[in-house]
C-alpha cells in the first residue's frame, strides 16, 4: 500500500484513538475522583434488594440457560436476514431459493428443539 492510500484510513484511527482515551480518562478520573468508603454494608452482596442466605452456589434449572442459548442462536440468525432483505432485488430467485434454504435449516433446528422438549417448562 503506499501511503497516499493509508490517509485514508487516518479517520479510522483518529475515532479508535479518541474512543479510546475517552474510555481510559473516565476509567481513570472514576477511580481517583471516586469516594473509597469500604463499609461491612457495601462490601455485602447485593441481589435485587433481597438480603442473602446461604451459599450463591445453589443449583438451579438448566432451562434457564437453555432458554437462554436458543434465543441467542435465533436472534443471531435473523441479523442474517437483514442484508438479505436489503438486497433482495439484486439477488434475485438465487438469493430466494438461498433463503428458503436457510430458514428450512432454522425451522428444522426449531421443531428439533421443540420435540426434545427443550421450550417447556414442566420439572
Known sequence: MKDADLIHYSPIVFMFLLAAGFVGVTMLATHLLGPKRKTQTKL??????????????????VKYFLVAILFV???????????????????????????????????????????????????
Request: charged share 25%; net charge negative; aromatic share 18%.
Open 44 to 61: 455485602e452482596s447485593f441481589e435485587c434488594g433481597i438480603e442473602s442466605k446461604g451459599n450463591a452456589r445453589v443449583p438451579f434449572n
Open 73 to 123: 442462536l435465533f436472534d443471531i440468525e435473523v441479523i442474517f436476514m437483514y442484508p438479505w432483505a436489503v438486497n433482495f432485488k439484486e439477488l434475485k430467485v438465487e438469493g430466494f431459493l438461498e433463503m428458503l434454504l436457510f430458514i428450512t435449516v432454522l425451522l428444522i433446528g426449531f421443531f428439533y428443539i421443540k420435540k426434545k422438549g427443550a421450550l417447556t417448562w414442566k420439572d
